[in-house]
């Protein structure tokens, strides 16, 4: 089974005046892919949305869907649809018209066109409800009405802009997995913009993370995790302790370094890395490190400090610890299994970490 | 029902509520003043319908007795019909004109930022500060030297330019709650520039259109410097009543023509404050 490209975005470029929104973007999209644009606000990623949807012209490269180049085609001829951020419901239609809006322009028989926007309706769990006022809906039947009327034009591609931050955080979790659901039953590719983390990771095959305009890297969630191209990525990801560490040597796609606090480790070579320095910045995630009273056994590095900060945060608990030398505590998360606070504020504590643990990021940034 | 109140919490509550009662009363000046007010605003007006009424051509008291012949007599009046269809055409003409200005007008100043928007806006609204008469003299030598004689077509041109502001400022504040996605969402839905202007501007904004007609319709038919000094032959209606009470003998007609209008502008305001109703309920 091959899977086509379904979007080559290739050397794109948007300026406003003399500010870059988008610069240099390559980016290539197979058939069916959950794919999402990850950063913070004024990163571009609306901007790069907006113009595979055809609202803006881009200044510079190529965007093909489906092999055929975008340029000059505007939004309504384009085989995309898009879910707004503020989800732009027609507040003058009932729910059964906002969805049958752009199948009027097919000319469909009124048959048609009814059991078109039934089974969008019903794919969405709004069945029955078209005769429902648009103003009548709550927040969450909104979005789906929003998500409905884009799917009834059976797109090549559906564009999603920030499409659950309106809703409340119980809310979203349901939703991420709905869509995630729906995504995967229709086929269809779907390309989110959004700034929320764990949204982009729960629900994305793939995930590009971009800021000041740049993608920075494209790679699955546990990748992106695990492996991130430099600092700026691993911090917009997760929690992550930065370390500096002096290499010694490099054998065999390792590289053996002196890492602050922890001492002589073997770090697997990163290949997603972009940039190196004489110095190396190490990350461990605060959920890898072992915490204990004692030494624990069984691991390659160790170091010996004090709890500054203890907090319960239900599904984990975090210690803040500190040593001689460090310049930032080290964040640590333990797994709430006894819903207890086993080290206290001021208590003496062994941190021990694994080789496979400690990522390398190349060079510190400044 | 058993649930216990904290004798605190009573005490507060009793307290509260006994408060008003110890307000010592006074004398109700803000009231009377109110009423006052309203009397001496609204007392000429409704003199108007009552004297159209009386049995005499002496707007005085006493009245003389009951009669409904000055309205018969205004029937009879070709003059007076005929400056009613001028006043109801210049109406039409000048809601529609300045309304469909205004819509695209306020729709540019609301959506875009564009060179010279600021200056552009400022001069729309000029012409609620410039005087009328300055305005009417102006407009009539142009229009003299353009080959244009005073008529109808020179009213609706005027009125136009004093209706603008009006329009352009409804039409603004319909803008600003429309949301520019919905706009884009039609158009992303397949619909065409034109489409997506008919099938999502209009409709949302309908309500702001009929609250722009009516007011620029009410603008122009009330209007009377510019009408006075374009109208050349073909009077208003403001043009013609005032052209009537210099003459005693009219006087009642007027005042029957004048209930009426009265009337009339009551029963438009009530239309249009049900629609605004309506719309503000379905927004």
């Known amino acids: ?85 503020s989800y732009a419901i027609f507040p003058h239609l009932n729910v059964g018209d906002n969805v049958a809006f752009g199948l009027r322009k097919l000319k469909l028989g009124k048959a048609e066109t009814e059991e078109r926007v039934a089974e969008a309706l019903e794919m969405v769990e709004l069945g029955g409800l078209q005769s429902r006022k648009a103003t009548e809906l709550s927040g969450g039947q909104r979005q789906r009405v929003a998500l409905a009327r884009a799917l009834v034009m059976r797109p090549k591609v559906l564009l999603l802009d920030e499409p659950l931050s309106a809703l409340d955080k119980n809310l979203r979790e349901a939703m991420q997995f709905e869509m995630r659901r729906l995504q995967q039953k229709l086929g269809i590719t779907f390309v989110m913009v959004t700034h929320d983390q764990y949204e982009a990771m729960t629900m994305s095959d793939r995930i590009g993370v ?30 992550m302790n930065f370390l500096d560490a002096a290499v010694t040597g490099e054998v065999n796609g390792k590289l053996h370094a002196d890492l ?23 990350g461990i995630r605060p959920e890898q490190l072992e915490i204990s009273a004692q030494k624990p056994d069984g691991y390659d590095g160790y170091l010996q400090g004090t709890v500054t900060n203890a907090a319960f945060y239900g599904e984990n608990v975090h210690y803040h610890v500190t040593t001689d030398g460090l310049s930032q505590p080290i964040a640590v998360s333990v797994p709430n299994y006894f819903h207890t606070v086993d080290h206290k504020q001021g208590d003496p504590v062994w941190l021990g970490v694994q080789n496979a643990s400690v990522i390398d990021l190349g060079a510190r940034e400044a | 029902m058993s649930t216990p109140v904290s004798e605190p919490l009573n005490k507060q509550l009793s307290a509260a509520v006994s408060k008003p009662r110890r307000r010592p009363i006074r004398f109700p000046w803000l009231l009377v003043y109110a009423i006052g007010y309203l009397i001496f605003l609204y007392l000429p007006v409704l003199l108007l319908p009552l ?7 002496i707007v ?44 695209f007008a306020a729709r540019a100043y609301v959506r875009y930022r564009f060179k010279g928007r600021e200056l552009s806006e400022g001069l729309v609204m000029l012409p609620l500060v410039i005087p009328g008469i300055i305005v009417a003299s102006s407009m009539l030598v142009l229009f003299i030297s353009l080959g244009l004689k005073p008529s109808l077509t020179t009213v609706i041109l005027g009125h136009v330019f004093v209706a603008l502001p009006f329009a352009v400022s409804i039409m603004k504040s319909a803008f600003d709650d429309f949301d520019q996605s919905l706009e884009e969402a039609a158009f992303d839905l397949g619909e065409s520039v034109i489409g997506t202007f008919r099938r999502v501007t209009l409709p949302i904004v309908a309500p702001g259109i009929v609250a722009s007609l009516l007011v620029t319709f009410t603008v122009s038919f009330d209007e009377f410097v510019l009408a006075f000094f374009l109208s050349g032959n073909q009077p208003t209606l403001p043009v013609y009543i005032w052209s009537q009470i210099r003459f005693p003998a009219k006087l009642p007609n007027t005042l029957a023509l004048g209930s009426l209008l009265l009337l009339a502008s009551v029963l438009l305001l009530l239309t249009a404050e049900y629609f605004r109703r309506r719309s503000a309920k379905s927004a």
Not at chain 1, 3 to 9: D, H, K, L, S, V
Not at chain 2, 85 to 97: C, D, E, K, R
């Open chain 2, 60 to 103: 005085a008291f006493p009245m003389k007795g009951f009669t409904l012949k000055w309205y018969a007599q205004l029937g009879e009046q070709d003059t007076l019909l005929q400056a009613m269809v001028n006043s109801l055409i210049v109406g039409a003409v000048t809601a529609l004109v300045a309304t469909s200005l205004g819509l």
């Open chain 2, 51 to 57: 004297f159209s009424f009386n049995d005499g051509t």
């Open chain 1, 260 to 282: 602050q606090g922890f001492g002589p480790l073997s770090i697997d070579v990163n290949p997603n890395v972009a940039r190196r320095g004489p110095q190396l910045l190490a």
């Open chain 1, 210 to 239: 971009m800021f000041k305009g740049q993608l920075k890297q494209v790679d699955k969630p546990e990748v992106l995790y695990a492996r991130p191209c430099s600092q700026e990525v691993a911090a917009f990801i997760g929690g």
């Open chain 1, 1 to 85: 089974m091959t899977t086509q490209n379904i979007i080559e975005i290739s050397g794109v470029e948007k300026r406003f005046g003399t500010f870059t929104a988008v610069r240099d973007l390559n980016l290539t999209l197979k058939e069916g892919e959950f794919f999402s644009l990850l950063g913070p606000s004024g990163c571009g990623k609306t901007t790069a949305l907006r113009m595979i949807a055809g609202f803006q012209d881009h200044d510079a490269g190529s965007i093909r869907i489906g092999g055929q180049d975008m340029e000059h085609i505007p939004a309504n001829k384009r085989p995309t649809n898009m879910v707004f951020q």
